[in-house]
Structure formats: structure tokens, C-alpha cells
T-cell receptor
Framework: DGGITQSPKYLFRKEGQNVTLSCEQNLNHDAMYWYRQDPGQGLRLIYYSQIVNDFQKGDIAEGYSVSREKKESFPLTVTSAQKNPTAFYLC???????????FGPGTRLTVT | AQRVTQPEKLLSVFKGAPVELKCNYSYSGSPELFWYVQYSRQRLQLLLRHISRESIKGFTADLNKGETSFHLKKPFAQEEDSAMYYCALRGDNFNKFYFGSGTKLNVKP
């Protein structure tokens, strides 16, 4: 399972604090994604980036922010404005011209 | 708007029985449909793509544009098929995907 990594596996934060989730890939993929996975709701797209220094909002971007300064990295910040941040977060990447997304192992964030 | 619907949250079948996981979509153009699978303690991974029209691990899926469906089928389920299955759609933006809510398949011995 190499290629795309997420850290940490588990993350705990107090309400009101911002937290940044890491996603790194060495697959030379241009596109990267952040999804939120909740029971019964499947995968919902938070943000995606098609190229360095560019990103677009997904369906549930409110309360989240991202950056794409390097091709290999696409960190996600969960801000204090996100009303229900406790969830499982999945990062994915995809090569240009390809149809297959490669997923990371996920980060489970718990905010109390 | 694009939408993928998987009506069953949980599907339980006995080993050797046929299985069909339902997926319906809403899209005005020509979509590309996929099935992704997540086995226990493993990453989400691509199972199959409608354009390929191939059978993977005994699973097949046919795109029915008239019924806007892309159901996943297997004639004889195995215990190792137990997993979470997600249907996904890609539209005109080749980099944007829409996922359904997922169906958990439980194959009983």
C-alpha cells in the first residue's frame, strides 16, 4: 500500500481548534481530492485540485480549507467553523487522463 | 444535478446465492460509471468501470441508460465478497466524481 499516505491515522481535537490533515502522494498524479465519509452518507467531496496552485470546492466545502503548493501534497484544514467535524476523512489522487482514483488509508478525526 | 443513489444500506445473502447491488444515477449528459469496493481494514479501491465491460472477481455491471442504472451483479456470492460497495459517476468534468451512499454486502456462510 504505498503511493498515497495520510497522517495521522487518528486525530483528537478540542472544539474551537483548527486542525490540519496531511495527504501526500508519490504517484506523480495531478489531481487530488478530499472526501468525508460518514455512515449512511457515503463519500462526499470537500475539495479537489486538478493542478498545483489550483483547487475547487466540492459539495461540502464550508468550514474547510486546502492548499496545493506542491504536486505531492494536499493538506486539509478543518476549521472551527465546521459544525460537525468528527468524521473519517479520505484523500485520493488521480493521474491526468486516467479514470481511477487511488485512495489513502484515511484519518479519523474526533472533535470533543 | 448529478446524483448517485444506492437504495440499500445493507444487503445480506448466503454463500452461493446471487447478489445484485443497485445503483441509480441522475445525469443529463453521458456519464461514466464505476464501482468501488472497500474490504475490511483495506483502502477503497476500484472494482470495475462500465466502459471496460469486464468481469472482475466474478462481478459484472451493465449501464442501462434507459433506466439510468448501473447495478452490480454476481451469480454466486462468496464470503470474501463481504465489503462496502460504492457506486460512482464521472461527468463532463473528468476530474470530478460523485459517489453514492454505499451498500454493505454481508455474505453469510
Amino acid at each position: 500500500d504505498g503511493g498515497i499516505t495520510q497522517s495521522p491515522k487518528y486525530l483528537f481535537r478540542k472544539e474551537g481548534q483548527n486542525v490540519t490533515l496531511s495527504c501526500e502522494q508519490n504517484l506523480n498524479h495531478d489531481a487530488m481530492y478530499w472526501y468525508r465519509q460518514d455512515p449512511g452518507q457515503g463519500l462526499r467531496l470537500i475539495y479537489y485540485s486538478q493542478i498545483v496552485n489550483d483547487f475547487q470546492k466540492g459539495d461540502i466545502a464550508e468550514g474547510y480549507s486546502v492548499s496545493r503548493e506542491k504536486k505531492e501534497s494536499f493538506p486539509l484544514t478543518v476549521t472551527s467553523a465546521q459544525k460537525n467535524p468528527t468524521a473519517f476523512y479520505l484523500c485520493a489522487s488521480k493521474g491526468t487522463g486516467s479514470y481511477e482514483q487511488y485512495f489513502g488509508p484515511g484519518t479519523r478525526l474526533t472533535v470533543t | 444535478a448529478q446524483r448517485v443513489t444506492q437504495p440499500e444500506k445493507l444487503l445480506s445473502v448466503f454463500k452461493g446465492a446471487p447478489v445484485e447491488l443497485k445503483c441509480n444515477y441522475s445525469y443529463s449528459g453521458s456519464p461514466e460509471l464505476f464501482w468501488y469496493v472497500q474490504y475490511s481494514r483495506q483502502r477503497l479501491q476500484l472494482l470495475l468501470r462500465h466502459i471496460s465491460r469486464e468481469s472482475i472477481k466474478g462481478f459484472t455491471a451493465d449501464l442501462n441508460k434507459g433506466e439510468t442504472s448501473f447495478h452490480l451483479k454476481k451469480p454466486f456470492a462468496q464470503e470474501e465478497d463481504s465489503a462496502m460497495y460504492y457506486c460512482a459517476l464521472r461527468g463532463d468534468n473528468f476530474n470530478k466524481f460523485y459517489f453514492g451512499s454505499g451498500t454493505k454486502l454481508n455474505v453469510k456462510p
